[in-house]
């Protein structure tokens, strides 16, 4: 609902990055987004599309890789992996403890950039 | 110039600057001695009626202030001016959620110097206001009966980052097939630690506890010494 708002930040960051090392294109963004995020990667790239144009950005393409969401268990302390249906649900593969805490899976992260 | 494509290596949060604002204002209200809590639901789960009833209960104890976010109206910033709480309407103009740099704005409009406890009325909505740090000192979210016992599997998020749920519209329990310990179960599997009240904002069940908590929470960021000398009502 808010990909307007975090593809501003977005091309901010981008064009942070670029300034001043001679980026003549931006040609892929890689970015890294938590299992828990409930936003739309097309529409990410929609509004990136249109936020950047007359920039180096331009026509960059974001590849959005998802991030698996993260608990880690309370009573034994193993942590693993869940998938955004299993969360509520899970139960410690360890020890069978339902007690799980979230360590990871709303991550909003630029990684790199590949540029011409 | 070579046509080669190089990467550069980037790693930033894309939240980070609010995440920072967000501390900032947390060091602020620290200084100020004003607790900042966070209120959260979906559209029409009781928050404008819980905040009412909360101020009701612990009036003689704090001084309050509101911060009333919405979309497009005025509505509930009325309903508490009408108490004579100090309100400040945030109209987001379309905005989903709140962030840390609009309960700023918010909070400049009031006088902190005067108000032991703010409380951020903030967009209907149990997916975006998940993922933007108030400010806040402590996150509360409500969830009511008639929203059905399942929206922790559909909104996880908000169930992890909230340190408090209440469970509204226990009135209505009798009346609606809502599975109150399914419920707690599939909170708890996301957030262990979240503190569970059941109210009424209707009928006030519930209100001792959830009081209770919300004045020990307010009176240790507060300091007792200054809940005590700062008995002068505005």
Redesign the interface.
């Known amino acids: 609902?808010?990909e307007l708002?975090?593809t501003e930040?977005?091309l901010d960051?981008?064009l942070k990055?670029?300034l001043g090392?001679?980026?003549?294109k931006v040609?892929r963004i890689h970015l890294r987004i938590g299992a828990?995020?409930?936003l739309e990667d097309e529409w990410i790239q929609h509004y990136f599309d249109y936020l950047s144009r007359g920039t180096v950005a331009e026509n960059a393409q974001l590849a959005i890789r998802r991030a698996p969401a993260v608990l880690c268990c309370?009573s034994c302390s193993c942590s693993f992996e869940v998938t955004?249906e299993e969360?509520?649900?899970?139960?410690c593969p360890e020890c069978g403890e339902?007690?799980?805490?979230?360590v990871a899976g709303?991550?909003?992260?630029?990684?790199?950039?590949?540029?011409? | 110039?070579s046509?080669?494509?190089?990467?550069?290596?980037?790693?930033?949060?894309?939240?980070a600057?609010n995440e920072r604002v967000a501390q900032g204002l947390r060091s602020q209200l620290a200084q100020k001695k004003t607790f900042l809590l966070n209120l959260m639901s979906s559209p029409g789960a009781g928050k404008t009626r819980t905040i009412l009833k909360t101020i009701d209960a612990l009036r003689d104890r704090f001084r309050f202030g509101v911060l009333e976010a919405d979309i497009d109206s005025t509505v509930d910033a009325e309903l508490v001016a009408a108490r004579g709480i100090s309100v400040v309407q945030l109209r987001t103009g379309g905005?989903?959620?709140l962030?840390a740099s609009m309960v700023a704005k918010g909070l400049a409009a009031l006088d902190l110097d005067v108000l032991d406890v703010v409380v951020i009325e903030n967009v209907g909505?149990l997916?975006?206001p998940a993922?933007f740090d108030t400010g806040a000192a402590r996150n509360v979210m409500i969830l009511s009966v008639p929203e059905g016992d399942d929206k922790?599997?559909k909104y996880?998020?908000m169930?992890?980052v909230s340190d408090v749920l209440l469970v509204n519209k226990m009135d209505y329990l009798g009346l609606s097939d809502f599975d109150l310990k399914a419920m707690r179960?599939?909170?708890?599997?996301?957030?262990?630690?979240i503190q569970i009240f059941e109210i009424s904002a209707k009928t006030g069940q519930g209100f001792d506890q959830w009081a209770a908590w919300l004045s020990r929470e307010a009176s240790s960021f507060i300091g007792p010494v200054s809940g005590i000398l700062r008995d002068i009502r505005p």
């Open positions: 609902m808010h708002q975090i930040r977005i960051i981008v990055h670029a090392q001679d980026v003549t040609v828990l995020s409930d309370l955004r969360l509520g649900r899970a139960r339902p007690g799980l805490e979230l709303r991550e909003y992260l630029i990684e790199n950039m590949e540029v011409l | 110039m046509d080669a494509v190089r990467l550069i290596e980037v790693k930033e949060e894309i939240h600057d905005f989903c959620h962030d909505n997916v975006c993922e922790p599997l996880p998020l169930f992890t179960e599939r909170v708890l599997r996301l957030n262990p630690r």
